[in-house]
């Protein structure tokens, strides 16, 4: 294989790897201010690109407009989600809301069948225009987008996790639900904002990828997988582990696909997380932590 | 011989010694207490020796037996049971199935003799449901057999928590802070329990802040501050040891502050 | 009523109704209508497991519908391509799903947490990846076809009426078995560690073990449902296993409830007809039973969510409130 392909393969690598980042940081932050795994993560994704192309083709908005638009309904889908399905039950042990989040997804899902339909669509890229060589390999413009968008993504929720009163209140949630309401926090706000962040990464990871690989109803599934084997592979902690973590398993599954088998590239992710969450020991984990006696 | 010996046992979190070098015996058939202000490792204790925890370094040997380390699954097998301070009670199960759980060790069906209810499963049932009932007679539990663990008064948890350890057939039974939360009368009523469990057999050790208690039902005490055994001795002896009062005086003080 | 007393009604309860299961054929003469029930039955072998997983031992599977598809492919291609024997390829079907069901079980149950959930979804996925793209063994998205009909030595079960039978006589065992589990130590061990998990290891109850055993059951019973479908229909293709499935199953053992076998059972018997509506209700119109199969995804979420909003002990934790009140309302009276 030519260094030019090799390089070809780690583009696309880094590129769905910026994707599943975006979603892994959805994962992440959830989990640590709710213990929550989120199973309806990957639907945000879905959300993200449907909407968007339902804006643009049935609304008939500008692109410009459509995408935007379509991360905000689906923060307020998030922000919903959080408030009507999993506030009412927030004393329940996590079963419950792992198992709430599980028929969130499913009715998300068919929902998005009833309202955009079951066909596969795309959006045209956010610039238009031919690839970009690059020492030989081309580079998408839309992929450059994805990259550029991830990066304002970490950005903006560097300097509101750091810079922000609110940022603050997220992290003293995430420590301690009870502190936090001691010292004045509205955790069901932060746990609600929370949410609509995920839900706002999620889509926002939908929207940059619907020019380049085509979205459906039931992408949602598969893609919060690999989102969650990401966050898994970065331990489930802090942010930049998960974008870490992103960025390998992208890596991983296109250099697998490059050398051993493109069919079997969406289970080398899936094998990973398993071979990750067997192998690793618990205490790799943000909360392994045995009950108090 | 010791039944229950432990020798230097050290527990370190971190950089904090809760434990260190602790050494003691306890004799079959004695009732056992481990007292000490807050935060003298009296918990980490029960944890190592119940088998929730274990030690940095130091030896716990039972009948003989190094169990350091152990799972507290196969402690209780072994003839360790415990109680909890935040009692581990099934709510959603009944008074009675609490009980019947903690004949768990004491029997034996599986998955297969249990789905085809084999006449051994179906015998031994019967005898651990009847056991159930004997427990729950000897604790005063008996009207409240069909009450949701979690419908019990607070008095009542306690009781039900020694009748489920006592369900397992211990040798050895930790019981920490039984008293926590009662009033004198449900005391009183505990005190004649661990009597009655005592004449049946088990050895007990018993972490509690009620001296009343500890002074009439121990045997024999020990006494840990910051993590160090200060005293060991009878009721009588302990009482007087100025060790030991210091270290209750400095606790009461510093609670004032 | 006696706790003797309910417990002989219960079974006498119990025995009627498999009677009256078993006994359906000699009423029910429609061909489609016998195939829908016997895609009842075999959900209600797969959700007899799942309900030991879910109600007793506490955990979710996003799975099951993957070791489903282990157990009908390796009953289909080792009768149909290999030419064993029906009663061997049966048991290496579900001697299969179960030891995939241990290998996926007993590493992420070592965890806290619920990792296993997520686990169970990857394998899902990578099943149904492996069923689409193994095609020498399943035949791809075309499916296995021309599996021969269940027999016993000689005696090939052929008809509606005799695969009816096997189907259910197979569910009214698993579910005797099952319920004998359940009554029996081992559930009282995993009803115990649902309660408090420390408080079951004081118990002497092994965390770990209890988990992996019913995962594995569970899984092994899915793979029976898989095997005899396979021979059933004589067809087996990977859109019956995908993740939506699964899912369904979850709903069913949801809505039955925590802590029982009958309600998952029912659930599963009310959740499957829905699908099949128009095999019950002939006179329906197409569109309603169109609308209702469109529509179910929606319903089946809606289930699942609602049922954990309201009542998420489910029909069973329901119905033993009602028996408690009521009992507690005659012992009042007694006392009086």
């Not at chain 1, 892994?24 to 449907?50: K, P, R």
């Not at chain 1, 083709?57 to 307020?76: E, F, S, Y």
């Not at chain 1, 490059?258 to 067997?278: E, W």
Request: aromatic content about 6%; charged content about 15%.
């Amino acid at each position: 294989m030519g260094a030019a392909q090799l390089l070809q393969f780690t583009i696309a690598g880094l590129k769905n790897g910026a994707i599943y980042a975006l979603i892994a940081l959805g994962f992440t932050i959830v989990y640590a201010s709710t213990g929550i795994l989120n199973f309806a993560q990957g639907e945000f994704y879905m959300l993200g690109g449907m909407v968007a192309v339902w804006a643009l083709r049935t609304l008939g908005l500008p692109l410009l407009a459509a995408v935007p638009a379509a991360v905000l309904v689906t923060v307020g889908v998030g922000a919903l989600v959080e408030r009507l399905a999993l506030r009412p039950r927030r004393a329940e042990a996590p079963l419950v809301l792992i198992i709430i989040t599980i028929g969130v997804s499913m009715l998300l899902q068919s929902l998005a069948r009833h309202l955009f339909g079951p066909n596969e669509v795309a959006l045209p890229p956010f610039t238009a225009g031919p690839s970009i060589t690059f020492f030989g390999a081309a580079i998408e413009r839309q992929t450059l987008w994805v990259w550029g968008l991830t990066a304002v993504a970490l950005l903006v929720l560097w300097v509101l996790y750091t810079r922000t009163k609110l940022g603050l209140a997220m992290r003293a949630t995430a420590v301690s639900h009870d502190s936090s309401r001691l010292v004045g926090i509205d955790t069901a706000r932060v746990v609600m904002v929370t949410f609509a962040l995920a839900a706002a990464l999620g889509a926002l990871a939908g929207v940059a990828v619907a020019p380049l690989t085509q979205t459906a109803y039931d992408v949602g599934a598969r893609i919060g997988l690999k989102g969650f084997a990401a966050a898994i592979l970065g331990g489930l902690g802090g942010p930049v582990a998960a974008v870490a973590g992103g960025l390998v398993l992208g890596l991983t599954e296109s250099l697998s696909a490059a050398f051993i088998s493109s069919t079997y590239k969406d289970a080398i992710a899936l094998v990973v997380l398993l071979a990750v969450i067997f192998l690793k020991p618990s205490g790799l984990f943000g909360r392994a932590g045995r009950e108090k006696v | 011989m010791s039944l229950l010996a432990i020798r230097d046992v050290t527990r370190v979190f971190g950089g904090l010694v809760a434990l260190d070098g602790v050494s003691f015996d306890v004799h079959e058939g004695e009732i056992f207490s481990v007292i000490g202000p807050n935060g003298a490792g009296k918990s980490t204790l029960f944890n190592i020796v119940s088998g929730f925890d274990q030690p940095t370094s130091g030896s716990v040997s039972f009948a003989g037996r190094e169990v350091a380390g152990e799972r507290p699954h196969r402690l209780v097998r072994s003839g360790i049971a415990r109680t909890f301070q935040n009692t581990q009670l099934f709510e959603e199960l009944t008074v009675f199935d609490n009980v019947l759980a903690g004949t768990f060790p004491v029997t034996r069906a599986g998955v297969v003799a249990a789905a085809l209810r084999l006449p051994r499963a179906r015998r031994e049932d019967r005898l651990a449901r009847e056991e159930a009932h004997r427990l729950l007679r000897m604790v005063g539990l008996d009207g409240e057999a069909d009450t949701l663990a979690e419908d019990l008064p607070h008095g009542l948890r306690r009781l039900l928590e020694v009748a489920r350890a006592l369900a397992t057939s211990p040798r050895l039974m930790l019981l920490d802070e039984p008293a926590a939360g009662l009033d004198s009368a449900e005391t009183r009523e505990l005190a004649s329990v661990l009597y009655r469990v005592r004449d049946a057999g088990a050895t007990m050790v018993v972490v509690e802040h009620d001296m009343g208690l500890v002074m009439e039902i121990s045997d024999s005490i020990v006494v840990l501050d910051r993590g160090c055994k200060i005293a060991e001795g009878p009721p009588m002896l302990i009482q007087k040891d100025p060790a030991v009062i210091e270290a209750y005086l400095g606790e009461e003080a510093g609670d004032d502050a | 009523m006696s706790d003797r007393t309910r417990r002989f009604a219960q079974s006498g309860g119990a025995v009627l109704a498999a009677a009256a299961v078993l006994a359906l054929p000699l009423v029910v003469t429609d061909r489609y209508l016998l195939k829908v029930l016997t895609f009842v039955g075999l959900n209600v072998i797969i959700v007899a497991g799942m309900a030991v997983l879910f109600g007793y031992a506490g955990q979710v599977s996003l799975g099951h519908a993957a070791f489903t598809g282990i157990g009908a492919y390796t009953c289909g291609f080792l009768t149909a391509r290999a030419g064993w024997p029906w009663m061997t390829a049966v048991a290496a079907a579900v001697a299969l799903s179960a030891l995939g069901g241990l290998a996926l079980a007993l590493p992420s149950l070592r965890l806290r947490g619920h990792y296993l959930a997520m686990a169970t979804l990857g394998f899902s996925v990578i099943a149904n990846i492996v069923f689409v793209e193994a095609k020498s063994l399943t035949g791809g998205n075309d499916g296995l076809s021309g599996i021969p009909f269940a027999s016993v030595g000689p005696v090939r079960l052929d008809t509606p009426w005799s695969n009816y039978l096997l189907v259910w006589g197979a569910a009214v065992v698993v579910v005797a078995l099952v319920s004998g589990i359940v009554r029996g130590r081992p559930g009282r061990a995993m009803a115990a560690l649902q309660g408090s998990e420390m408080g079951a290891m004081a118990c002497g109850v092994d965390p770990v073990r209890v988990k992996v055993t019913a995962f594995t059951l569970s899984a092994g019973l899915a793979g029976l449902s898989g095997a005899l479908f396979a021979s059933a229909v004589g067809f087996v293709s990977p859109t019956s296993f995908a993740l939506e499935t699964s899912i369904i199953l979850l709903a069913m053992v949801v809505l039955g409830g925590t802590r029982s076998v009958a309600g998952p059972v029912l659930a599963a018997v009310a959740l499957t007809l829905l699908t099949y509506i128009d095999g019950l209700i002939p006179g329906l119109s197409k569109t309603t039973v169109a609308a209702l199969q469109d529509w179910k995804g929606d319903i089946y979420g809606v289930v699942i969510v609602g049922v954990m909003l309201f009542v998420p002990a489910g029909m069973a934790g329901l119905a033993r409130a009602w028996r408690r009140k009521s009992r507690s309302v005659t012992g009042a009276g007694e006392a009086a």
